[in-house]
Protein backbone atom coordinates (compact mmCIF):
# COMPACT_ATOMS: atom_id res chain seq x y z
CA UNK A 1 0.00 0.00 0.00
CA UNK A 2 1.10 3.57 -1.16
CA UNK A 3 -0.24 6.43 0.92
CA UNK A 4 -0.54 9.99 -0.79
CA UNK A 5 -1.10 13.47 0.53
CA UNK A 6 -0.91 16.33 -1.65
CA UNK A 7 -0.61 20.39 -0.81
CA UNK A 8 0.12 23.36 -2.13
CA UNK A 9 -3.30 24.23 -3.77
CA UNK A 10 -5.32 27.46 -3.28
CA UNK A 11 -7.00 30.88 -4.85
CA UNK A 12 -4.67 32.81 -7.07
CA UNK A 13 -5.45 35.17 -10.05
CA UNK A 14 -4.98 34.22 -13.82
CA UNK A 15 -1.38 34.53 -14.46
CA UNK A 16 0.05 33.34 -11.83
CA UNK A 17 2.68 30.18 -10.86
CA UNK A 18 1.36 27.66 -8.26
CA UNK A 19 3.68 24.72 -7.12
CA UNK A 20 1.63 21.62 -5.94
CA UNK A 21 3.44 18.20 -3.64
CA UNK A 22 2.62 14.97 -2.95
CA UNK A 23 3.92 13.12 -0.19
CA UNK A 24 4.44 9.42 -0.55
CA UNK A 25 4.49 6.64 2.03
CA UNK A 26 4.37 2.84 2.73
CA UNK A 27 5.62 0.94 -0.21
CA UNK A 28 7.00 3.40 -2.08
CA UNK A 29 10.46 1.31 -3.00
CA UNK A 30 8.02 -0.24 -5.62
CA UNK A 31 6.30 2.47 -7.09
CA UNK A 32 6.55 2.41 -11.22
CA UNK A 33 5.50 5.85 -12.10
CA UNK A 34 3.30 8.22 -10.55
CA UNK A 35 1.10 11.37 -12.15
CA UNK A 36 -0.80 14.92 -11.55
CA UNK A 37 -5.10 14.49 -12.67
CA UNK A 38 -7.43 16.73 -12.22
CA UNK A 39 -10.88 16.91 -11.88
CA UNK A 40 -13.86 19.69 -12.55
CA UNK A 41 -17.39 19.48 -11.47
CA UNK A 42 -19.36 16.77 -13.79
CA UNK A 43 -16.20 15.81 -15.70
CA UNK A 44 -14.09 12.76 -15.28
CA UNK A 45 -10.72 12.71 -14.28
CA UNK A 46 -8.32 13.46 -16.50
CA UNK A 47 -4.26 13.14 -16.79
CA UNK A 48 -2.42 15.99 -16.29
CA UNK A 49 1.67 14.58 -16.58
CA UNK A 50 3.00 11.73 -15.39
CA UNK A 51 6.71 10.36 -14.36
CA UNK A 52 8.58 7.19 -13.68
CA UNK A 53 9.74 7.11 -10.57
CA UNK A 54 13.27 5.48 -11.07
CA UNK A 55 13.93 6.67 -14.52
CA UNK A 56 11.96 10.45 -14.73
CA UNK A 57 10.77 10.19 -18.30
CA UNK A 58 8.05 12.18 -17.83
CA UNK A 59 4.74 12.94 -20.37
CA UNK A 60 2.31 16.09 -20.43
CA UNK A 61 -1.42 16.79 -21.71
CA UNK A 62 -1.70 19.08 -24.75
CA UNK A 63 -3.28 21.73 -22.13
CA UNK A 64 -0.29 21.57 -19.56
CA UNK A 65 2.71 21.14 -21.85
CA UNK A 66 4.92 24.00 -21.93
CA UNK A 67 3.48 25.55 -18.83
CA UNK A 68 3.39 22.63 -16.18
CA UNK A 69 6.78 20.81 -14.90
CA UNK A 70 6.29 17.61 -13.08
CA UNK A 71 9.28 16.43 -11.24
CA UNK A 72 10.09 14.10 -8.26
CA UNK A 73 12.30 13.31 -5.60
CA UNK A 74 13.36 9.44 -4.57
CA UNK A 75 15.41 10.41 -1.68
CA UNK A 76 12.21 12.19 -0.05
CA UNK A 77 9.59 10.07 -1.69
CA UNK A 78 8.16 13.51 -2.93
CA UNK A 79 6.19 14.94 -6.30
CA UNK A 80 5.85 17.97 -7.75
CA UNK A 81 3.76 19.88 -10.05
CA UNK A 82 5.02 23.06 -11.56
CA UNK A 83 2.43 25.07 -12.83
CA UNK A 84 3.08 28.67 -14.61
CA UNK A 85 0.29 31.26 -16.44
CA UNK A 86 -2.57 29.89 -14.74
CA UNK A 87 -5.67 30.23 -16.20
CA UNK A 88 -9.30 29.66 -15.10
CA UNK A 89 -9.65 27.05 -16.99
CA UNK A 90 -7.01 25.11 -14.93
CA UNK A 91 -8.98 25.46 -12.16
CA UNK A 92 -10.29 22.16 -10.37
CA UNK A 93 -9.24 19.43 -7.92
CA UNK A 94 -5.93 18.41 -8.55
CA UNK A 95 -4.62 14.16 -7.39
CA UNK A 96 -1.80 12.86 -7.28
CA UNK A 97 -1.37 9.10 -7.90
CA UNK A 98 0.92 6.53 -8.55
CA UNK A 99 1.26 3.04 -9.75
CA UNK A 100 3.76 -0.14 -9.09
CA UNK A 101 3.16 -2.22 -12.70
CA UNK A 102 4.20 -0.75 -16.02
CA UNK A 103 1.80 0.95 -17.64
CA UNK A 104 1.48 4.20 -20.14
CA UNK A 105 1.70 7.63 -18.04
CA UNK A 106 -1.60 8.51 -19.19
CA UNK A 107 -3.40 5.92 -18.48
CA UNK A 108 -5.98 6.87 -15.59
CA UNK A 109 -6.68 2.89 -14.90
CA UNK A 110 -3.20 1.94 -14.31
CA UNK A 111 -2.48 4.29 -11.28
CA UNK A 112 -3.52 2.04 -7.87
CA UNK A 113 -3.23 4.89 -5.43
CA UNK A 114 -4.55 8.09 -5.01
CA UNK A 115 -4.19 10.89 -3.09
CA UNK A 116 -7.31 13.12 -1.42
CA UNK A 117 -6.65 15.97 -4.02
CA UNK A 118 -6.27 19.75 -3.10
CA UNK A 119 -8.07 22.29 -4.84
CA UNK A 120 -6.66 25.33 -7.28
CA UNK A 121 -8.69 27.74 -8.21
CA UNK A 122 -7.91 30.55 -10.89
CA UNK A 123 -9.94 33.44 -11.12
CA UNK A 124 -10.04 35.84 -13.56
Known amino acids: QVQLQESGGGLVPAGSDMKLSCAAS????????MGWFRRTPGNEREFVAG????????EYSDSGKGRFTISRDTSKDSLHLQMSNLNPEDSAVYYC?????????????????WGQGTLVTVFA
Open 51 to 58: ITWHGGST
Open 97 to 113: AAADTPAMLANTQAYQY
Open 26 to 33: GRTFDTYM
